[in-house]
């Protein structure tokens, strides 16, 4: 079925290193594709995304690369910080761009001081 | 712009009793997504709404489930006789008509917990 992969699960680093999180999806249609940041007891919320007709964007300390061949993407965390850590979810719009979003499951990210 | 509002925040049934989740999105958007958060899990989604209409329902159980965005009002999440296994976070989404760019703008949540 139409799916999106997130991979690791649970990812602990040293303050200061970089943070890298992969995501696969299933449908060849897919054209947007958002990360999320949720914090414990929080909202989600968006802190980047790119869309199917861009390979990589960047923001400061965070950046996505994207594989439509291979259909995978990836978030990228430079230079982490404590205040980093929170759960992160990738994001893809299947079902024919109907623009219902379908999560990973989700990488727990821990940086440690 | 007040962002998504959901009420309540928390909530609590016991086994059996009616679950209403409200959810009102921002301001000038008409695209309305409810997706479920079991604890240290991911987010589901469930159903797909534009105003008076359901657009895409695939991630709703087909029983005890509905949901609802009448012309006036919120949208509304509606769990009949409720079970255990229905404690979550339910979280409402809600995206831009016009010059959409994709992006959901979620809500704080309603966490729904089943005695």
């Known amino acids: 079925g139409e799916n999106v992969e997130q991979h690791p699960s649970t990812l602990s680093v040293q303050e200061g290193d970089s943070a890298v999180i992969k995501c696969t999806y299933s449908?060849?249609?897919?054209?947007?594709f958002p990360w999320y940041k949720q914090e414990l007891g929080k909202r989600p919320q968006l802190i980047i995304d790119?869309?199917?007709?861009?390979g990589e964007k960047k923001d400061q300390r965070i950046a996505v690369t994207l594989n439509k061949t291979a259909k995978h993407f990836s978030l990228h965390i430079t230079e982490t910080q404590p205040e980093d850590s929170a759960v992160y979810f990738c994001?893809?719009?299947?079902?024919?761009?109907?623009?219902?979003?379908?999560f990973g499951s989700g990488t727990r990210l821990q940086v440690q001081p | 712009n007040a962002g998504v509002m959901q009420n309540p925040r928390h909530l609590v049934r016991r086994r059996g009793q009616e679950a209403r989740l409200r959810c009102s999105p921002m301001?000038?958007?008409?695209?309305v997504y409810w997706y479920r958060q079991l604890p240290e899990e991911g987010l589901k989604f469930m159903v797909y709404l534009q105003k008076e209409n359901i657009i895409d329902e695939s991630g709703m159980p087909k029983e005890r489930f509905s949901a609802e965005f009448p012309k006036e009002g919120p949208s509304i999440l509606r769990i009949q006789q409720v079970v255990r296994g229905d404690s979550a976070a339910y979280f409402c989404a809600s995206s831009q008509e016009i010059g959409d760019t994709g992006e959901l703008f979620f809500g704080e949540g309603s966490r729904l917990t089943v005695l």
């Open positions: 301001k000038g958007h008409s695209h």
């Open positions: 449908d060849s249609a897919s054209n947007y």
């Open positions: 994001a893809a719009t299947l079902r024919g761009g109907r623009r219902a979003l379908t």
């Open positions: 790119i869309r199917s007709n861009v």
